[in-house]
C-alpha cells in the first residue's frame, strides 16, 4: 500500500522558513516522481514543485522559484520542501504527491497523496 506522510507544517511569522517532509511508503521510491501541491482556503489546488527522484531533477511553478527548494533522501525514502522568506499568501495545505510520471505539476497526473500538513504564515 502506497503511503505519504507530511509533516512539518505549522505557524510562522512572515520571513521565516519552515521544512515540510514527505515520508513515502509502500513503492519503489526511485521509480516516482515526487510532488508538493497547495490548496489555500477559497483557492484551487497549485503545483509548488516535483522531484525526479531517481535522477534528482527538479521542476518548480514559475511563482515558487527562489524561494522554496524541493529535495529527496532516497536512504530515508523521504522529499523535503524548505520554504525561505514566508509570506502571509503562502498560508496553505501543502500536499505530496507521487506517481509514475514526468516532472509534471498537474495534480491530475498524481495518483497518491498525503493528507497534507497545515502551513501558517502571520503577517
Known amino acids: 500500500e502506497v503511503q505519504l506522510v507530511e509533516s512539518g507544517g505549522g505557524l510562522v511569522q512572515a520571513g521565516g522558513s519552515l521544512r515540510l517532509s514527505c515520508a513515502a511508503s509502500?513503492?519503489?521510491?526511485?521509480?516516482?516522481?515526487i510532488a508538493w501541491f497547495r490548496q489555500a482556503p477559497g483557492k484551487e489546488r497549485e503545483g509548488v514543485a516535483c522531484i525526479s527522484t531517481n535522477s534528482g531533477v527538479t521542476y518548480y511553478a514559475e511563482s515558487m522559484k527562489g524561494r522554496f527548494t524541493i529535495s529527496s533522501d532516497n536512504a530515508k525514502n523521504t522529499v523535503y520542501l524548505q520554504m525561505n522568506s514566508l509570506k502571509p499568501e503562502d498560508t496553505a495545505v501543502y500536499y505530496c504527491?507521487?506517481?509514475?510520471?514526468?516532472?509534471?505539476?498537474?495534480?491530475?497526473?498524481?495518483?497518491?497523496w498525503g493528507q497534507g500538513t497545515q502551513v501558517t504564515v502571520s503577517s
Open positions: 509502500g513503492f519503489v521510491f526511485d521509480d516516482y516522481a
Open positions: 504527491a507521487a506517481d509514475e510520471v514526468g516532472l509534471l505539476l498537474h495534480q491530475d497526473e498524481y495518483r497518491y
